[in-house]
């Protein structure tokens, strides 16, 4: 069965620590992977995609096809990741399966 | 990236009632979905939405109870019918957007409350 897991609902870091949010899949085919967060009273935004292998807001994200996971990372955390994280996969009739999410709360 | 906006942003309604929730694109757009996120819990996709044919409906839902239009390439509905306290969550509409797969855009919302 396709599936995203998320196994923290609550990550709670302080200022400049290392954020890792985990993210694991089930999935068949050929994961196609995202990240999408959400912050206070905003909309749910892409943050980033595996296929593009790219860092944004010095979050990074690596597809582990053996371990069949997709963690989202950065080096030093700030007040303003502070936000809700979801790991999405999209399968192969365009719809994205999504993981339960996890808050980030980063304290100063 | 395509631009969605969704309306109303927040509806209380009496039980039994019917809410239609309106989602326009900035651009055509091939396939449009719809989510819906309970409280507390991830979002689940209701349906795919394309222009010109029925739309596609999730597991555990069904076109009575969620009827949904597509009169064209930039705009859906998606109806709540027969309302009960249940169906008391957040819905939101979404699209593919960028060549490819870049990735999907989400609508604000629609944060509907039955009593």
């Known amino acids: 069965a396709q599936r995203v897991t998320q196994p923290e609902k609550l990550l709670s870091v302080f200022k400049g620590a290392p954020v890792e949010l985990k993210c694991n899949y089930s999935y068949s085919g050929s994961p196609e992977l995202f990240w999408y967060v959400q912050y206070s009273r905003q909309r749910l935004q892409l943050l980033l995609r595996h296929i593009s292998r790219e860092s944004i807001k010095g979050f990074t994200a690596d597809l582990n096809k053996g371990e069949t996971s997709f963690h989202l990372k950065k080096p030093f955390a700030q007040e303003e990741d502070s936000a809700m994280y979801y790991c999405?996969?999209?399968?192969?009739?365009?719809?994205?399966?999504f993981g339960t999410g996890t808050l980030l709360a980063v304290q100063p | 990236s395509a631009v969605i906006s969704q309306k109303p942003s927040r509806d209380i309604c009496q039980r039994g009632t019917s809410l239609t929730i309106q989602c326009q694109v900035d651009?055509?757009?091939?396939?449009m979905f719809w989510y819906r996120q309970q409280p507390g819990q991830s979002l689940t996709l209701i349906a795919t939405?394309?222009?010109?044919?029925?739309?596609?409906?999730e597991s555990g839902f069904v076109i009575d109870k969620f009827p949904i239009s597509r009169p064209n390439l930039t705009f859906s509905t998606l109806t709540v019918s027969n309302m009960s306290p249940e169906d008391s969550s957040i819905y939101l509409c979404s699209v593919e957007t960028g060549q490819g797969a870049w990735g999907y855009t989400f609508g604000s919302g629609t944060r509907l409350t039955v009593v």
């Open positions: 999405a996969l999209r399968d192969a009739t365009n719809k994205l399966i």
């Open positions: 939405a394309n222009q010109g044919s029925e739309a596609t409906y």
């Open positions: 651009s055509q757009v091939t396939m």
